[in-house]
């Protein structure tokens, strides 16, 4: 099993910038991607970023509507992955999600390959 904890989450003025963070415990070594997720009140939840974590190289994904704006970063010794957000704008609100998955080489843009996920953190940012 792989618990996750999300943290970083607030309330932000357009513009400004946060950074969430996902720690990782458990059988760590089993995850092989990791990626982050948000829902707003009354949607589905949708991808935002994914990153590799097993394999080769420092793969990443960005959906559309953050590219520019958001990195996603690990760091094994941590076992933790980062989110950095800037230039937020009033529909980037959110629960934020972090979700890793122990079977797939490659990024997953959907929620149903992922196996674990974390309880979210609130991001919200006012115009």
């Known amino acids: 099993q792989v618990q996750l904890v999300e943290s970083g989450g607030g309330l932000v003025q357009a513009g400004g910038s946060l950074r969430l963070s996902c720690a990782a415990s458990?059988?760590?070594?089993?995850?092989?991607?990791m990626g982050w997720f948000r829902q707003a009140p009354g949607k589905e939840r949708e991808f935002v970023s994914g990153i590799n974590w097993s394999w080769s190289g420092t793969g990443t994904s960005y959906a559309a509507s953050v590219k520019g704006r958001f990195t996603i970063s690990r760091d094994h010794a941590k076992n933790t992955v980062y989110l950095q957000m800037n230039s937020l704008k009033p529909e980037d609100t959110a629960v934020y999600y972090c979700a890793a998955d122990r079977t797939y080489t490659r990024i997953l843009t959907t929620t149903g390959g992922y196996d674990y996920w974390g309880q979210g953190t609130q991001v919200t940012v006012s115009s």
């Open positions: 458990g059988r760590t070594s089993s995850i092989n991607g």
